[in-house]
């Protein structure tokens, strides 16, 4: 009983009662301190990430004003005009935000930095040396510094874009960049076009198809179907149970391509350089202004295109 009361009878000294009160409220403000800073910690959190969200986005207007006419709209390539930016060649693979499949192509380059920084460095400065005979065109300059339209930020914007692929990259019906020092040689001499195919390629440019559609090594239209294969594609297209069910009516490859061009609403093909087709984009007269023969010779060429 003598220690209890003791205890109770106990009157600290002022010295004690301070230091204690001192500890009192250093622990009361620590204790604040750490609840506070994960709050912060998780707000900033929250934060950074709908930051991401918005540069990936404001990323996606630039790529489709700047990226899809050569590299495709869902970032796969285009034949002769870009590689596949979407894929996991170029890539990589990051689950969870942990990289688990390395860049095949910065390693593939040497790069030595990461591929947010080649991603950039492409974009800003191009590449101005033609480095294989697969692409028909080199790579501009889209940064401000180097004579290009982008701002620093836009550039920054468009390589998050194209990074956030990474979280499902594409495996399949990609068209990667070869390796260095790949399709360098000559390309293969071209099977010689029929003076009726000649003439039609003359007609290609003559009436404008070449503002719209891209042909490797001929143009570099981006805003209708790439009509690089197109005699291959329509082969395929005209068994396809979607072309069945449109307003098609042709069986041939030649009877297709003649009626894309007199009646290209008849069927709207999926896939146009910057996203989905769209009906009316192309004119309807040129069964009427475009001269039979001159019509003739177009189906031709573009028949030949395999």
């Not at 600290?12 to 709050?39: E, K, M, Q, Y």
């Not at 594609?233 to 009516?249: E, H, M, V």
């Not at 009626?259 to 146009?272: F, G, L, M, R």
């Amino acid at each position: 009983m003598s220690i209890i009361k003791k205890i109770v009878t106990f009157k600290p000294s002022f010295t004690l009662r301070v230091i204690v009160g001192l500890i009192s409220v250093v622990g009361f403000l620590s204790a604040c301190a750490i609840v506070g800073l994960g709050d912060l910690t998780k707000a900033l959190g929250v934060q950074d990430a709908k930051y991401k969200a918005r540069a990936i986005e404001a990323g996606a207007l630039v790529y489709f004003q700047q990226c899809a006419r050569c590299h495709g709209p869902e970032g796969k390539g285009i034949a002769g005009q870009g590689p596949a930016l979407s894929s996991i060649t170029f890539l990589g693979k990051v689950e969870n935000g942990v990289e688990v499949t390395k860049s095949q192509r910065i390693i593939d380059i040497g790069w030595v930095g990461n591929l947010d920084g080649y991603i950039r460095a492409v974009t800003a400065a191009g590449i101005p040396l033609k480095s294989s005979n697969v692409w028909d065109v080199t790579h501009p300059a889209f940064g401000q510094a180097y004579g290009g339209n982008l701002r620093d930020d836009q550039i920054a914007d468009v390589a998050a874009f194209i990074e956030n692929w990474r979280q499902a990259p594409y495996t399949q019906g990609v068209i990667d960049s070869p390796k260095p020092g790949e399709a360098l040689g000559p390309r293969p001499t071209a099977v010689p076009l029929t003076p009726e195919q000649e003439a039609g390629k003359t007609a290609f440019a003559k009436y404008g198809c070449t503002a719209c559609h891209a042909i490797k090594g001929v143009s570099q239209g981006a805003v209708g179907p790439n009509l690089s294969t197109i005699g291959a594609d329509a082969a395929n297209i005209i068994t396809q149970p979607g072309y069945k069910s449109s307003q098609g009516k042709a069986t041939t490859v030649a009877e297709y391509i003649h009626e894309s061009i007199v009646n290209p609403n008849a069927y709207i093909a999926p896939k146009c350089p910057t996203g989905a087709c769209v009906a009316g984009i192309m004119p309807q007269n040129f069964g009427t202004t475009i001269p039979a023969t001159d019509l003739q010779n177009l189906v031709a060429y573009l028949s030949s295109l395999k």
